[in-house]
């Protein structure tokens, strides 16, 4: 089933990498956002069936950007996948802890990145 | 790559030809973050690494960390690992902790140079 996917994250090259993957692999549609901002805005508009959130992004970050969406009725039921190359322990159970629906981390498998998201999700 | 069928394949080298492209693009911003880190494992090497130029460095070895096993190279990853997690400590690195800070950025480079492509 196709699905539509939003992802938040500052740095370009994962943002493409990340799009060509859910994109070629999986068949999603994927809309893309540069900024916390940007992403609460892509969010309310276009409703994706799930968020890919970076943690670690200037001005609002991904637990910032991630409250807000659960304030806004229009994106709180909106589940969130939180996207991070930190893998410290205590950085993980601090993002746990915010209420996501899983916690992925950089670097990625092109092949199977949506495979992870789709289980993480229980879609397949 | 796994794959378990033609069809597979194919797809497997459409992805993987498509990720080669997105390398190219992106191998300028990349090696502009291996130079941050050339810069202040330079720095630190002569006693002269600052605060600023030590966060800047520990972004770029963050950054660097997420996405180069994205792209196969995922001792390129430890490696920039090593790095951020050294910038990130408050202390600095003292002359003989910035020549292996520099010996480490100049692996990460040579990788980033000669990455082939994987299509």
Not at chain 2, 28 to 50: M, N
């Amino acid at each position: 089933m196709a699905r539509k996917i939003l992802i938040i994250d500052d740095e370009d090259d994962i943002r493409e990498v990340a799009a060509l993957s859910l994109e070629s692999v999986a068949g999603w549609e994927v809309i893309k956002a540069s900024s916390g901002a940007q992403g609460l805005a892509r969010a309310a508009e276009h409703q994706p069936d799930a968020i890919l959130l970076d943690v670690m992004m200037p001005g609002m970050d991904g637990p910032t950007t991630f409250r807000e969406l659960r304030k806004n009725q229009a994106t709180a039921q909106i589940p969130v996948l939180l996207l991070t190359a930190k893998v410290q322990g205590t950085d993980q159970r601090r993002f746990a802890d915010l209420g996501v629906e899983a916690i992925l981390f950089k670097p990625f498998d092109p092949m199977t990145l949506s495979t992870q998201i789709a289980r993480a999700l229980g879609w397949s | 790559m796994k794959t378990t069928s033609k069809s597979g394949t194919r797809a497997d080298a459409a992805l993987s030809q498509a990720m080669d492209g997105l390398w190219v693009r992106f191998l300028p911003e990349i090696k502009e973050r291996v130079a941050v880190l050339e810069a202040a494992a330079q720095a630190a090497s002569e006693g002269k690494l600052t605060a600023k130029q030590r966060e800047a460095a520990r972004a770029a070895a963050h950054k660097l960390a997420g996405v180069l096993g994205t792209f196969d190279l995922t001792r390129g990853t430890v490696l920039a690992r090593e790095l951020e997690l050294t910038f990130a400590r408050d202390s600095s690195p003292g002359r003989d902790g910035g020549a292996k800070l520099a010996e480490i950025a100049a692996e990460l480079r040579s990788m980033v140079e000669s990455r082939k492509s994987s299509a």
